[in-house]
Structure formats: C-alpha cells, structure tokens
C-alpha cells in the first residue's frame, strides 16, 4: 500500500516504513506529524483517486532529524569582460520516517 501524499508544496510517494527528504518543516526532533493532503492511494492494486483530495485519508510520518543538503555551487561569468561570480547554497532538509499509510 503507497500513498501520493502533498508535504509543504512537493509531491511524494509514501510507503510505510520508508525514509523521505523533505523542505525543513517547523517540527521538533522525535515528534509525530501527519498530512491530510493525500491525492492518491493505491491499496493492492485498487486505487482511489481524490478530487483534490482523498477523504479520511491520511500520512502519519515521525521527523528523525533536520539536516543540509549537499553544496550547489552556482558560477556565472561573461565572456571577455571580466565578469565572474561564484555563490554557494545548502538546502535545509527534514528527514521523516513514515509510520504508517491510513485509507
């Protein structure tokens, strides 16, 4: 059974007892959270489809930590005029741990 669940503006697939990376949400370390926006469920080959959403469905995931994402370095430069620029950026992620997928 997997869910297609929305979290902080991002679709993901959610299985129980799967990891997910997500955009650093405003949760304590070790707290339950639970999404309501589930789109899709496919329970053994029945799928339900919501319109947005599907009703009394719902992701229940624990948040394991918070962490960065690898470096992106980001250069620009123009040609022949001396121009060059260099900026770096980490992406702060949570990691969450999905308990359990409710239909």
Known sequence: MY???EIAGQQ?????????????LEAERGS?????KVLLIDADGTVKV???TVDGAKVVCEVLSHLKGDKVIIFKKKRRK???KCNGHRQYFTELKINEVLA
């Open 82 to 84: 001396g121009y060059r």
């Open 3 to 5: 869910a297609i669940v």
């Open 32 to 36: 339950v959270v639970e999404f309501e």
């Open 50 to 52: 919501g319109a947005p």
């Open 12 to 24: 993901f697939k959610a299985e129980a007892g799967k990891r997910l990376y997500v955009h650093r």
